[in-house]
């Protein structure tokens, strides 16, 4: 599935404007300080429910959040800023982290090219559980660095329906979320004319960035989803790139309205 990466090199320098276009891996140090989301993997749009977002705040430490549980090996991760300790030799980056007292997560990421809104970088991930290597990983990655942090202006109660066909969970109805800081929501269907709060519990999300995760019990079964989202005053626009069973993926849209 390694897409070469000739072709995913290509794909940056012809999307970078000409204001854009120094990907000298020299200057590494500094343009890695920000907040970047994962775009692309091994040459294809990532799927959203594998994107992370790792925020540098120093040439020494990261945070990493990121919601995934197609890894049966180890706990399923649902990581809101994660510290990561850092350390950068030449264009090699090592990220590491312990989500517990058993695991210990390494991401090296050895960068090929960056610029002021993008980079790639050959990935490899270990995650080794009581001294044990659960999982190996090599990708070719591209990320995008994102400015917007919707994590404060999500805050308070949205109404509104999926906008188009594909998401298992829409049932065609309008709908209301209400976001409370602590990082818990509750999520409303409508009964007649009154709302109603459903009898899902645990009812978590996070927001970092552009990424939304969330996570909800519904019948003894935990359910997650996720969705890049944009908030303009009282306005959200949620979207995801999924993937049916067979492979094959198809975009799904939400739109909402703040309510009082």
Same mark, same amino acid.
């Given at each position: 599935m390694l897409a070469a990466l000739v072709v995913c090199t290509a794909m940056v320098f012809n999307?970078?404007?000409? $204001? $854009? &276009?120094? &990907? &000298?891996?020299? !200057?590494?140090? *500094?343009?890695?300080i920000g907040k970047w989301i994962t775009a692309d993997m091994n040459g294809q749009p990532a799927? #959203? &429910?594998d994107k992370m977002v790792f925020t540098f705040v120093s040439t020494t430490k990261a945070y990493v959040s990121a919601s995934l549980n197609t890894h049966p090996e180890v706990s399923e991760l649902w990581a809101t800023q994660t *510290?990561? $300790?850092v350390a950068i030799n030449g264009n090699k980056m090592t990220l590491t982290s312990h989500p517990n007292q058993h695991e210990t997560v390494v991401d090296e990421l050895t960068v090929t090219a960056i610029n002021n809104s993008e980079l790639i970088a050959n990935r490899k991930?270990?995650? #080794?559980? !009581?001294?044990?290597?659960?999982?190996? *990983? $090599?990708?070719?990655?591209?990320? *995008?660095?994102?400015?917007?942090d919707y994590r404060d202006a999500i805050v308070g109660t949205w109404q509104g329906h999926c906008t188009s066909a594909g998401s298992v969970f829409d049932d065609g109805q309008e709908?209301?979320?209400?976001?409370?800081?602590?990082? #818990?929501?509750?999520?409303?269907?409508?009964d007649g004319n009154n709302w109603v709060p459903s009898a899902n519990t645990l009812n978590e999300y996070f927001v970092d960035g552009t990424l939304l995760c969330s996570r909800w019990i519904d019948q003894g079964q935990e359910n997650r989803e996720w969705w890049e989202i944009t908030i303009n005053g009282n306005k959200m626009n949620w979207t995801a790139l999924r993937e049916n069973p067979d492979g094959t993926t198809f975009t799904a849209t939400f739109e909402m309205t703040k309510v009082e």
């Open positions: 999307s970078c404007s000409s $204001d $854009d &276009n120094d &990907n &000298n891996i020299d !200057n590494l140090p *500094e343009k890695i799927p #959203t &429910n *510290e990561n $300790d991930l270990t995650v #080794t559980v !009581n001294g044990k290597v659960v999982i190996s *990983e $090599d990708q070719l990655v591209r990320y *995008e660095k994102i400015t917007a709908h209301r979320w209400q976001y409370k800081a602590d990082g #818990t929501y509750v999520f409303y269907v409508k």
